[in-house]
């Protein structure tokens, strides 16, 4: 907004304005920019630099057209009108979107104010209405749609095909736009240019009341019916609220001593349900909600939280009810709470609670109701080893013929092995498959190139190991696919009992 403001200030001026004043012209915008980037810097420079390193910032292509506002979202009454709700929010317009980001009504009194101010205000509201028309095209997002957005709407290809949208353009050409999700909340932008030039029209029609003698209380008779009209079409009272349905556990863990995390199941995909309980018993959480799936996160890289994500396993082969205790005892957290009534059946349950009773096999939980079941977190007298995989340099992952892999992302990546116990002569079991001419260095071994699936056992011993970190280093670029990753103490175990195992000699 700051560059269109200094380009319309500076087409005003002529093109022959003097470059010395410049700073009249733009000052006042880029003081402005100046202050908003100081001031959020703590949030845009980190933003910035994750946008820059990392690709999970971009959500799906999907999230633009799902997100986008139909301009009948600007046109319609407010969605959240006391006397209109709940059959408004099936009103013309985006069908799919929440209701959160769909009401965007411009209201039909500021509308006409802001028509008369556009009129009445030449040559001052030039300006306003560029704004209103720039984010106005903005908040529709990669494709117009002048009623509906329903799912049918949606490209099965969205991403693959260029978008000539003003939103598609700009998102492809400036950096950072990609990191865009909720499209229609542009209509902000349309919403305070409108104002404006509602403000204009207002100030308009009540100086010419006032100049008509006949009717002196004209002017404020006027400004008194517009608030009216405004109010009433805007009113929301009493607000539509819902109070969190927090079982009463958590009120208890309230008054209980300690700070241990709280892990809650499911956990197959983020809920912010969670984030409400953790108003109440104010303890930190293993897993709650954010709007993009970091990969660095613990969640998909640790086994056990691995197998409650993917609601099977990933990459690590571990036997979940050997290491659980310690992976959980190793986050610091303190309960484990199943609640029911978040897993109504199919495998977000049975695979679900098959998991927990695994980790907790014998134990009594600490508290159960018809909705929960909660366990505590004990230390283990024997830490199990385990690995985790790297923070950085692992694909997605992805599951192919019915084999699960993630594609090492670049030429690098790293293992982190905990509790590693380098007397027991410990292994690592790798199963992996590159492309042509690719060679795989793990620690001081060499693997050779493969395009079929391949185990290998790698004895590990303290020279090679570096903070307990073990190094996968490919000699080409995206070529190397790991499916099967096991730790063992016993370096004459077989890996992956399904799979024939290679021999690496050093």
């Not at 420079?45 to 057209?65: G, H, I, K, N, Q």
């Not at 950096?175 to 542009?186: D, E, G, L, N, Q």
């Not at 932008?189 to 009341?209: E, K, S, W």
């Not at 700070?259 to 018993?281: E, F, I, K």
């Amino acid at each position: 907004w700051v560059g269109v403001r200094s380009l319309w200030q500076w087409r005003r001026q002529g093109a022959s304005y003097a470059v010395r004043r410049l700073l009249p012209v733009i000052g006042a915008p880029v003081v402005a920019g100046a202050l908003f980037v100081v001031l959020l810097s703590p949030m845009l420079l980190p933003m910035v630099r994750e946008a820059t390193r990392f690709s999970f910032m971009v959500r799906p292509p999907t999230d633009l057209y799902v997100l986008s506002a139909g301009v009948m979202d600007f046109l319609v009454p407010n969605r959240l009108h006391t006397l209109a709700r709940p059959a408004s929010f099936a009103w013309i317009g985006n069908q799919i979107a929440p209701v959160s980001e769909r009401t965007i009504s411009v209201g039909y009194v500021a509308l006409i104010l802001a028509v008369a101010g556009t009129w009445r205000g030449r040559g001052r509201s030039g300006l306003w209405v560029l704004t209103a028309l720039f984010f106005f095209l903005m908040a529709l997002g990669p494709r117009v749609h002048l009623g509906n957005i329903t799912w049918d709407d949606i490209p099965t290809d969205a991403g693959a095909a260029p978008s000539w949208t003003l939103f598609g353009v700009l998102n492809a050409t400036v950096p950072f736009m990609r990191i865009s999700r909720s499209v229609s909340r542009y209509a902000l932008m349309v919403q305070l240019a409108v104002a404006v030039l509602a403000g204009m029209g207002a100030y308009g029609l009540f100086v010419r009341l006032r100049a008509r003698r006949m009717w002196r209380g004209g002017a404020a008779a006027a400004a008194a019916l517009a608030l009216v009209l405004v109010l009433g079409e805007y009113w929301v009272a009493p607000y539509p609220v819902s109070p969190p349905d927090t079982p009463p556990f958590y009120t208890q863990l309230a008054g209980e001593e300690g700070t241990g995390a709280v892990l809650n199941l499911p956990m197959n995909y983020d809920r912010p349900g969670y984030l409400l309980y953790q108003t109440v018993h104010g303890r930190p959480l293993t897993v709650a909600y954010i709007s993009r799936d970091d990969p660095r996160t613990l969640t998909t890289r640790v086994p056990l939280l691995q197998h409650l994500r993917h609601l099977g396993p990933d990459i690590i082969d571990a036997d979940v009810g050997a290491v659980g205790m310690t992976v959980l005892d190793d986050l610091g957290v303190a309960y484990v709470v199943l609640d029911r009534y978040k897993m109504p059946g199919g495998d977000e349950r049975t695979v679900t609670e098959a998991l927990a009773a695994a980790v907790f096999a014998g134990r009594e939980p600490v508290y159960a109701d018809e909705r929960l079941t909660v366990y505590r977190v004990e230390a283990p007298a024997a830490p199990v080893a385990y690995p985790v995989l790297g923070a950085t340099g692992w694909g997605p992952l992805a599951v192919e013929d019915g084999m699960r892999a993630r594609q090492i992302v670049g030429q690098e990546t790293t293992l982190e092995l905990r509790h590693l116990d380098l007397d027991a002569t410990p292994a690592l079991c790798l199963r992996y498959r590159t492309l042509p001419d690719t060679e795989v260095a793990v620690a001081d071994v060499t693997l050779p190139p493969t395009t079929a699936d391949t185990t290998v056992r790698i004895v590990l011993t303290e020279d090679e190991l570096a903070d307990g970190r073990v190094t996968l280093r490919a000699t080409q670029p995206d070529a190397v696919w790991v499916s099967g990753i096991e730790l063992t103490a016993d370096p004459a175990a077989q890996c992956f009992s399904s799979t024939e195992i290679g021999t690496v000699k050093r």
